[in-house]
């Protein structure tokens, strides 16, 4: 609201600005206009007042010669001179008389020749005899002009032509009122008023002889000052006044001008002045309107684009970029501003919705489309398949060949991943470090078995890049909606339950069951049957053998659980280890594994050979502080030294509690424990700090060693890790050795000891010793090259 007000008051603060400065400059040149037209009916006034008066004095003039030629006639007149002579008074008389009535002159008089009066037509005439005979003796000299005169307080014009006979005998002398026609008579040739009249006191209008009739009385008081503007109704009249020069008397005429009538054509002039300025105002207004509009409507439009951009708005396009002007830039530095922060928008929104390295959605979106499209599934029965799927060893590769590595890595086991699911609506994400999850929305769980068989054919080529190749491997852990989570978050958790399970047990692929799950009910009725299966003696002592790869020899054995299962038959330790160890039964399992292999070891010695047996721990028994009291006292029933014994120990376990580890660590080692690092390879520890423990040797992940056979960078590692752990002073054992290229391959690494199913399987304890036999008989014809 307050925006729109300044906007409108930017407009019409404009349009005001520019309309008042017109004004002022139309004003300043009316003004001027009218200055000089002013000037001008002034001039033009004076000028007709000038015409007027010479018009007035040639009006005069050809009165005179009228008067002359009459005069002329009668001083010619035969008869009239005879009168004369012989001084006949009558006949001058009427002579006099005639010729005065004839042409109107009111005083026509005879002089002697020294300008006496003889006779005249108006004999009562004898005041004005001394005027009269100082006119006569005035033109005497100029016998060409005219005189005026007053006489009785009226004004007279006055010729004289002389009487010859050929001797001038005597003179006509006529004076001529001056009347009203002539006033008139100037006014209709010049357009100019005027008053004749005498300055001398007079009351009457009629003692005027004036052209402005009825108004003469209004006039005459300013005339009798010499007023230079006579005001008159709505006019004014500019004057000129003249001294007639005249005798037995003063004569003046006053010229008047009407200035209302000499401005009338300057009026009209004003008039359409005055509408043209009107008119270009109103247009120029109209105009600047326009022009301010054509400014602040671009205004407007960037505002409220801006009041967008302020609500998150990113996408829209910002008006008036194209435009030339300044508005036009102010545009564009917009359009660059919004396209910036659209920009840094998507930017952040990739960031929060897909990961930077691979380009797949990450855990956040992969999440917000597992929810909608749970939401979506919730009345068809259609199920719903996820599938997490973590990278085995990836972190020991990434710090043996180096990060740069691991990222393309990443990549090629994402591209990998996006080339096998194409199904419209699935979804491959990348989780976090080296585990992914893949969405399926079409399928059921057959199908999804389909799909994890498929991969891990795919990971069986080994991965190449930057020349080198990897052989990678991977767990997958799947679980469906409905049938083991209704929730989002719960059916993700469960995935990953399912696919660390496969890891732990090295399965490859695991589908989520309650069982693998500690925390579901199902477990609490598995953890009883497996205290009734040692109780009821439902598990058995396995034994694989471990072969020096330099001597030959079955130096040691490893200890592994079986579970004899009434109905199910054996069960492998993955199905129920992990499970123990997160419920805690897995210490009564050690102890029990640990007892069977003390009450057997005796029967297993050669005369000439011992055989030490390896025993694996879990984190749980590293925890427990009684824990190296147990073995110590099961050796001392079974009268076994601890060296008879090496403890295996997984990275993992040692990492969960590094301290409370490294004390009872110590405590077995200092009893006569040989320990050994399982798995090693699989977890983050680095031999530098292991070599803080008081290990005696290392075991290298069957992982590394079943691929270093196709794969180089795996054997790599299997080299690096065998010459570091030489240097740290460790024995080293290679596991899952099943084929004699591998096990001539750990020979020429030096390599200590090997185990694997080339050798031999595990096999129930009764077996070893038949199995031994038989290995010692056979090994040269089975190994000739060996
Ligand atoms: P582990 O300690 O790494 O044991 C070695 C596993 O590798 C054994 O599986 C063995 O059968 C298998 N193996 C040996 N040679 C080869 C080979 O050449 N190729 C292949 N593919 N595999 C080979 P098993 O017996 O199924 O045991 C699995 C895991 O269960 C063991 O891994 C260990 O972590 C755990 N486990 C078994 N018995 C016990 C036990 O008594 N106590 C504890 N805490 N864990 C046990
Ligand atoms: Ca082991
Ligand atoms: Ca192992």
């Not at 007000?5 to 002022?24: C, E, G, K």
């Not at 000038?50 to 008869?79: K, P």
Request: glycine fraction near 6%.
């Amino acid at each position: 609201m307050h925006l729109k007000w300044r906007q409108a008051t930017l407009a019409s603060r404009i349009v005001l600005v520019m309309v008042s400065l017109l004004l002022l400059v139309q004003a300043a040149g009316f003004l001027v206009v009218q200055r000089a037209l002013d000037r001008q009916v002034a001039q033009e006034i004076q000028s007709a007042l000038v015409v007027g008066e010479r018009i007035w004095w040639r009006l005069l003039e050809q009165n005179a010669e009228r008067l002359r030629d009459a005069a002329t006639v009668l001083s010619a007149d035969f008869g009239f001179r005879s009168a004369i002579a012989s001084e006949d008074q009558q006949t001058i008389a009427s002579a006099l008389e005639n010729s005065g009535s004839r042409i109107g002159a009111s005083i026509v008089g005879l002089l002697d020749p020294s300008f006496h009066l003889i006779a005249a037509n108006q004999a009562d005439n004898r005041m004005a005899d001394a005027v009269l005979h100082e006119i006569a003796a005035n033109l005497a000299n100029d016998r060409r002009g005219d005189r005026l005169a007053l006489i009785e307080k009226t004004p007279y014009q006055f010729v004289m032509v002389p009487v010859r006979a050929p001797k001038v005998i005597g003179w006509v002398l006529m004076g001529f009122p001056v009347q009203q026609g002539l006033v008139d008579n100037l006014y209709y040739l010049a357009d100019v008023n005027a008053i004749f009249y005498s300055p001398d006191k007079k009351q009457q209008a009629s003692d005027y002889v004036s052209s402005l009739h009825d108004l003469t009385e209004v006039v005459i008081p300013g005339v009798l000052q010499q007023q230079s503007r006579l005001d008159v109704q709505n006019d004014v009249l500019i004057t000129r006044y003249v001294d007639m020069n005249a005798m037995g008397g003063q004569l003046r005429l006053v010229l008047m001008r009407s200035s209302a009538q000499a401005r009338l054509p300057f009026e009209q002039l004003k008039w359409l002045l005055g509408i043209i300025t009107a008119g270009g105002l109103f247009l120029f207004g109209l105009g600047s309107i326009r022009a301010s509009r054509k400014v602040t409507r671009p205004l407007k439009e960037l505002t409220n684009v801006t009041e967008q951009l302020g609500q998150g708005q990113f996408n829209i396009a910002v008006p008036g970029t194209n435009s030339n002007d300044e508005v036009g830039s102010l545009a564009r530095g917009f359009e660059r501003m919004r396209a910036n922060i659209a920009a840094q928008q998507d930017e952040i929104l990739h960031l929060a919705y897909w990961d930077r390295l691979t380009g797949l959605p990450n855990r956040e979106q992969f999440r917000k489309k597992l929810i909608s499209s749970i939401e979506n599934c919730r009345d068809a029965a259609k199920p719903l398949v996820i599938i997490t799927l973590n990278l085995d060893r990836f972190k020991h590769v990434n710090e043996v060949l180096g990060y740069g590595s691991g990222d393309e890595l990443l990549k090629a086991v994402s591209s990998r991943l996006l080339e096998l699911v194409n199904q419209d609506n699935d979804i491959v994400a990348r989780m976090a470090g080296d585990e992914f999850a893949i969405f399926l929305s079409s399928t059921d769980l057959a199908g999804a078995i389909v799909l994890t068989d498929r991969i891990t054919k795919a990971f069986e080529v080994p991965l190449a890049f930057n020349d080198q190749t990897v052989d990678l491997s991977a767990s997958m852990g799947v679980a469906c909606w409905p049938k083991d989570a209704l929730e989002a978050d719960l059916l993700m958790s469960r995935s990953e339950i399912a696919m660390h399970a496969a890891k732990s047990k090295t399965a490859g692929v695991l589908i989520y069951s309650p069982s693998l799950d500690s925390s579901s009910l199902q477990t609490l009725s598995l953890l009883s049957d497996l205290r009734q299966a040692l109780q009821e003696g439902e598990l058995r002592l396995f034994l694989q053998p471990k072969l020096d790869t330099n001597s030959k020899r079955v130096v040691a054995a490893e200890a592994l659980v079986r579970w004899q299962h009434p109905q199910r038959g054996l069960i492998p330790p993955l199905q129920f280890i992990p499970f123990a160890e997160q419920t805690g039964f897995v210490r009564q399992l050690t102890l029990w594994i640990f007892e069977e292999a003390a009450r057997n070891w005796a029967s297993l010695q050669l005369s000439d050979e011992n055989l030490r047996i390896s025993i694996n721990l879990s984190t749980r028994d590293l925890l427990d502080h009684d824990f190296p009291e147990h073995l110590n006292n099961l050796l001392n029933i079974y009268d076994l030294k601890a060296d008879a014994f090496c403890l295996e120990i997984t990275e993992s376990a040692i990492m969960d509690d590094p301290q409370r580890a490294e004390a009872t660590l110590n405590k077995l080692s200092e009893q006569g424990f040989k320990l050994s690092i399982d798995d090693f390879g699989t977890g983050y520890s680095s031999l530098a700090y292991l070599k803080r423990l008081p290990v005696n040797e290392l075991k290298i992940d069957k992982s590394f060693v079943m691929a270093m056979q196709k794969d180089e960078s795996d054997a790599k590692i299997v080299r690096s890790t065998i010459d570091l752990a030489h240097n740290l002073g460790l024995t080293v054992v290679a596991e899952g050795v099943e084929n004699q290229i591998i096990l001539n391959q750990l020979k020429s690494l030096k390599c200590d000891e090997a185990q694997g199913y080339y050798i031999g399987k595990p096999m129930p304890v009764k077996d070893f010793n038949s199995w031994r036999e038989y290995w010692y008989k056979n090994q040269n014809l089975l190994f000739s090259d060996f």
